[in-house]
């Protein structure tokens, strides 16, 4: 009976010294660990993919709220019929209706280098910092060559920070109409297309608004 009893014991320390070494171990979970989990998801495929539609108001030197503005000139840009390499500087808002005054869903901000000779091609340097729902803190960069006088412009999604890590995706940018009479403001349209961490949604494509 005492030998029983003294396996007994020795089994109950044994499940005792698992049951803390497991607590242990998930609570030292190193973040790299955490990361190869995430990882694994992507890689599993179970990546889906978010539809944003935004306006971006591109408010240009001269405005009275200007968001735009001219940073560096080249010794031909006076010259140039494209005012080849003006660098500007933008921190612009990101709405989710034309209004101005619509709700506001984060900034888009970068650099455009007026980069090509013979046409107006602007070479496009962005980031879209989302403040809103499960974006909220994500940023998208898109790079890319905008020929302006396209009446659609695409742009490859680059990359991302937050929800967006690992993306991949593009972006089509249109010209909102605008009252020719207002000077020095644009309102951009864009629809985005990006691959984002699976864990936000169940459907396969998410819009903005339901996120
Ligand atoms: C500039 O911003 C102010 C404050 O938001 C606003 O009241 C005003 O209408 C804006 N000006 C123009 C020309 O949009």
Do not use: W
Not at 76 to 97: A, R
């Amino acid at each position: 009976m005492a030998k029983l009893a003294s396996i007994g014991s020795i089994l109950t320390i044994s499940c005792l010294l698992l049951f803390t070494q497991d607590v242990y171990a998930r609570k030292q979970v190193p973040v790299a660990e955490k990361e190869n989990l995430f990882l694994r998801d992507i890689f599993l495929g179970k990546e889906k993919i978010v539809k944003i539609h935004l306006y971006v108001q591109d408010l240009r030197v001269g405005h009275p709220n200007a968001t735009v503005f001219e940073v560096a000139t080249s010794s031909i840009t006076n010259t140039s019929p494209y005012s080849f390499g003006s660098i500007h500087v933008l921190d612009d808002l990101i709405t989710e209706e034309p209004d101005i005054n619509s709700r506001p869903l984060g900034r888009v901000q970068g650099l455009t280098t007026n980069a090509d000779l013979s046409t107006f091609g602007i070479h496009l340097n962005l980031n879209f910092y989302f403040t809103v729902g499960k974006l909220a803190g994500s940023t998208l960069s898109i790079l890319g060559r905008n020929q302006i006088l396209d009446d659609q412009r695409e742009f490859p999604v680059v990359g991302g920070s937050g929800i967006f890590r690992f993306t991949r995706g593009y972006a089509i940018q249109t010209s909102y109409p605008m009252d020719p009479a207002v000077a020095n403001y644009g309102v951009l349209e864009y629809t985005i297309y990006a691959t984002y961490d699976s864990k936000l949604g169940e459907s396969d494509v998410v819009e903005i608004a339901q996120m």
